[in-house]
Each structure stands twice: as C-alpha cells, then as structure tokens.
C-alpha cells in the first residue's frame, strides 16, 4: 500500500522537478529574451535627452527612424542641432550638418561612438550584434527591486574593446526588460548606474520611455532619456535610409 | 497620396561675441571686440519643399557697427524622379574639411583659412541645381550659377555637373565647372573610403581658354588628402582626429624668403585633434604646416557648453616661424598676426 500511495507523490515531485529545470533559463536564454524584447522590424519615435550636472539642465530632441537590424536614421530637432542627421548602414556611418550641407561618411571605429551621447554605440545599437558577442553572462540569482522580481545577471567583457569591463543587469522577470543596470570598471568600482522609470508596452514588445543615467564619479550629474512617441513597424517615408533622405 | 500643404516655421538666432587680443607687426599690440550673428527662419514639415533664409551679421571692428548680408536663401524642391534647389545655398562639392581639391568653385585650398572661426565650410553661392537620383547613394547634378549683373554680362555664368556613386565601397565624385568669368573648364576627382581608418582623395585641374594645355596643368593642378577618425575613449569622452595635406606639385618647393602674404608653397598639412567630453567640454590642437620652410601656426583651444545653447570658447593662436616664412613667429605682412588671443560666448536660441 505505501508504495501505491507513495509512487504518485514520488511522479509529481519529479514532474514538478523536470517542469522546474526546463522552465529556469540561462543567463544566455535571459540576454536573448532582453535582446528579443528590444529588437523591432521598424520603429518611429520621438524623445527628448536631458542632461543634468551642477550648472543646470540641457535639452537635446530627436526623431529615430529604425529599419530591421542593420539601418537607422535619427534627425536632432532642437535649436541648437537642428537638422543634422546620423545615417547608420550596416557597416558605415553618415553625418550630415546642413549648415554647410556637409555629409561625412566614416566606417570602422567611428562605428564605436555613442548614439546621442549614451553609453550605446552605433555597433551596440545593429540588432545583429548580440551582448552576447561582447560578455560572458552569469546567474546571480534573483532579486527584487522596488517590488519587481528580477533575474540579476552580471555580465563580463570577452575583449578591451567595450565601454564597461563588467556590468550587473536586473532584468525583470515578466517583460524581460532591465529594470536597473551598474556598469563598472575592471576594478569592481561603479561608473555608472542606469534605471529604468517608466516602461510602455507596445504590441509584445515594453518599451522603456523614462530611463536615468547617472555618472557616479561625478556629483549631481545625470542622463535622462525621454521617449515621448513610439511606433512599432511605422510606415517609414521612402529614402529614409538613403543619401537623397539624408541631405534633405 | 495626399501631402499637407502647411509649413512649420522655425528661427534661430545664432550670436557669438568675441574679444581679441592681437599682435600686428613686429611688437604692437591692438585689440577689438567682434561680433557675428545669425537669424536662420526655416520651413519644414512640407515633405516636398524645404527653404531657409538665413541673415547673416558682422560687427566692424573699427566702428561697431553692424552690416547685415543673406548668408542662405533658398526653395528645394522635389518632384518624383528629381529634386532642385535655386537661391543661395552651400555649395558642397568634394571632400576635405580644410584642403578640398573638389571644391573647383571657391577654391577651397587656400593656406589663408581662418582657423579661428567654428565652420571652415559655410561659402554659399546664388544657384539653380538639379539633382536626379540613381540610387541609393548615387546622383547625377547639373548647376547653373547666374553671373552678378552689375559686373559682368550673361556669358560670365558659371555651369557644371557631378556624379555621385559607390563603387567597391568606395565613394567616387567626379564633376566639371565652366566658368565665365575667366573663361576657363574646370575639372575634379574626389574618391572617399576606408581602410584601417577613414580616408579621402580628390585631385583638380583647371584648363583656362588659351592657355596651352601642359601649362594649364602646371599652374592649375592640386591634390588634396585627408584621413580622419572618430574614437570613443573610456565611457566618458571621444576623440576625434584628421590630418590633411594639399600638395601643387608644379609650385614652389624650395625655401625662400615670401615677398608676399599670398605667396604659397607646393605643400601644407593641417593636423586637428579634439576631445570632446560627454560634460559639453571640448579641448583641440590644431594648426597648419608648412614643411617647406619649417614654420606652423598652433591653435590651442577650448569650449565649453556650459548652460543650454550658451557655450564659452578661447583660442589661441601662434605662428612658430622665422620673420619671412609663411607662419612666423613676428611676420613681416600687415594684416598678418603672429600671435592672437580670442575669448568669447555663443549663444542660441
């Protein structure tokens, strides 16, 4: 009789184990979902960066234009860059200042540079390019930050050729979206600190729209990115991602 | 389909204002307050027509007053399968910052640019320029540039064309220019890639009526070059780099005393280097080389965008020269300064 009565018990435990084992993910399985949850076929959106330290506030506009993994197109809209545009193609990089109606092509490390002046480069923003390919992963368990249940993964870079030797992400465990992220330098010490506000769900994809970005070697000095519109697979005006689009 | 047939207006104003500290001559001093600004009003919105007029400003050193000019002032417009322009607006042929041997219009290889100012680029000219796509990055343009009425008659017009491609990941720009005013076909190559680091080449030749064709070429031809990159450094700034030359291969190339301050020599280099950090702090070095007569002019300098639209610069600039050299330390042509100092604000808004 014990075995009969036992055996049951003894198959949903282990059913249970086996349903528990496939459903936690790896540290990779968790970087593609964030990956997946921020990689769009097309998008329109329109934002506002404001960068804060000790003299005040400065305000910069945009509108982004982004098409499949490989092209993007952001036009600055404030007064004081107004109308100069980065064209970013596969493996090269337009600059257009329309004082002078100038276009600057540059390939190679120029791909390196930040977007808008974040900690993202344009080879970082090319949906090809995977975290993956720059950091080794690692589970640090799980975490809850400001009542959201997280998955904490620390990444560290494979190469020297990355902004940050090693980062600490919190990557919620419903939206597989970050929630917080501590970038540091080889010798543990944080540089930055970047959390997440306020996020949009559009379609199957949450869309961070308030994130800060905060230098902690720096005093009252931070990044806020503001996304005031988002699209997803917009229809995207014809030569958007050309040279006639570009100087127009 | 159906386009709006509104505008939305937007105007700038650009003012920059400067103190200068300059040493003319040998030992004398003199100083000036120097003021530019700049009102663009722009139409956008309109998603086939585009136009901008900018006034542009200058203050008189001597006297303080202010004479204004129109800098831009132009309609583009774009029709399936072409687009146009006509008014003033830049004109952009080539490729190079300082040295470009593509810019057959306004000669952009003079030794003379002021590398005090912001923009090396902003030349503008009177134009009508029609511009057919081939493609993604390619265009065929045809130019017209009207003569200036009261100097010259119709036959003192200026016409040309260009075509853009990309070939092997290589940009390739080839153009012609006839010029009116001296009667005179002028020709140019720009080619733009990169390899390891971005790099440019362009070559031109002018052929004026008359003039037999080796000749022409000795007197005329110029290649310029240039290799240029832009780097992150750490997570808090980039580095940004160029180094261009501009060599006339039939000019001068031995050393002499210059009789002149236009007198030139068949070879200058232009080096900058800048780094911008993410705080609106720029630090740059740059300068113009003479090779052949050992002397440079240095500019140091910095910016800063401090508050919003509101950016503080100084620069400094110095010749290393000897008295009679192209960049010399105490040079011996008036309106040539060995030394100048320049501190000042921009704003916009």
């Not at chain 2, 004109?91 to 910052?97: A, D, K, P, R, T």
């Not at chain 2, 002028?186 to 080449?201: A, P």
């Not at chain 2, 800048?274 to 910095?302: C, E, H, Q, T, W």
């Not at chain 2, 290393?320 to 060995?338: C, L, N, Q, V, Y």
């Amino acid at each position: 009789m014990y075995s009969i009565r036992k055996a049951p018990v003894i198959s949903v435990m282990f059913i249970f184990l086996l349903t528990s084992m496939a459903a936690a993910l790896t540290p990779e399985q968790i970087v593609r979902k964030l990956e997946a949850n921020l990689l769009y076929p097309a998008s329109r959106s329109k934002g506002t960066i404001i960068i804060t330290d000790r003299f005040g506030e400065r305000r910069s506009s945009y509108i982004s234009y982004t098409s499949g993994s490989d092209k993007s197109m952001v036009e600055f809209t404030g007064k004081e860059e107004s109308g100069q545009k980065i064209l970013r193609l596969k493996d090269e990089l337009y600059l257009y200042y329309p004082d002078a109606e100038e276009v600057i092509r540059l390939q190679g490390a120029a791909l390196k540079q930040s977007v808008l002046g974040s900690d993202m480069s344009y080879d970082d923003m090319a949906g090809d390019k995977s975290i993956l390919d720059s950091y080794s992963v690692y589970s640090e368990g799980e975490e809850t930050i400001d009542g959201t249940n997280c998955y904490k993964i620390a990444l560290k870079a494979k190469t020297r050729d990355v902004a940050y030797q090693k980062q600490i992400m919190w990557i919620n465990k419903e939206t597989f979206l970050y929630v917080k992220i501590l970038q540091l330098a080889k010798s543990d010490k944080i540089l930055k600190e970047i959390t997440v506000n306020k996020t949009r769900k559009i379609n199957s994809h949450t869309i961070p729209v308030d994130m800060i970005i905060r230098d902690t070697l720096k005093k009252k000095s931070s990044t806020e990115f503001i996304i005031d519109t988002f699209e997803i697979n917009p229809v995207i005006p014809e030569g958007t991602f050309d040279l006639q689009g570009l100087c127009w | 389909m159906f386009y709006p047939l509104y505008g939305k207006n937007s105007i700038t104003t650009k003012m920059e204002l400067y103190n200068t500290v300059l040493r003319t001559g040998s030992d004398s001093w003199t100083g000036s307050g120097l003021g530019k600004l700049s009102v663009s009003f722009k139409q956008k919105n309109n998603r086939n027509v585009r136009s901008e007029l900018v006034l542009n400003g200058t203050s008189d050193p001597a006297t303080g007053d202010l004479s204004l000019f129109i800098s831009k002032a132009y309609i583009k417009f774009k029709f399936p399968g072409f687009r146009a322009v006509i008014g003033k607006a830049p004109f952009s042929w080539g490729e190079g910052l300082v040295f470009n041997a593509g810019d057959i219009l306004f000669g952009s290889d003079a030794v003379t640019t002021n590398l005090m100012q912001s923009e090396f680029q902003d030349s503008t000219t009177w134009m009508t320029s029609l511009n057919v796509p081939l493609g993604p990055f390619s265009f065929a343009e045809g130019i017209y540039l009207p003569p200036n009425i009261l100097s010259a008659g119709l036959d003192a017009s200026k016409e040309g064309g260009r075509l853009v491609t990309k070939l092997a990941g290589i940009k390739l720009e080839t153009g012609f220019l006839y010029d009116g005013t001296d009667t005179t076909q002028k020709v140019y190559v720009t080619l733009q890639g990169n390899l390891v680091i971005n790099w440019h080449f362009s070559a031109a030749a002018f052929f004026p009526k008359g003039d037999p064709f080796p000749n022409a070429v000795k007197n005329s031809f110029v290649i310029t070059g240039g290799i240029y990159s832009i780097n992150r450094i750490g997570y808090a700034g980039t580095l940004n780099w160029r180094l261009e030359t501009m060599v006339k291969p039939w000019q001068e190339w031995k050393q002499h005393i210059l009789a002149s301050a236009g007198e030139n020599y068949g070879i200058y280099v232009y080096p900058e280097i800048k780094y911008a950090f993410n705080s609106g702090m720029v630090l740059l070095l740059r300068s113009m080389i003479s090779p052949i007569d050992s002397s440079a002019v240095i500019i140091p300098g910095f910016s800063w965008n401090v508050f919003q639209g509101f950016t503080v610069i100084t620069l400094i600039s110095f010749g290393t020269g000897s008295p009679g050299s192209t960049f010399a330390w105490k040079p011996e042509f008036t309106g040539k300064s060995g030394l100048s100092l320049m501190a000042g604000v921009s704003v916009v808004y």
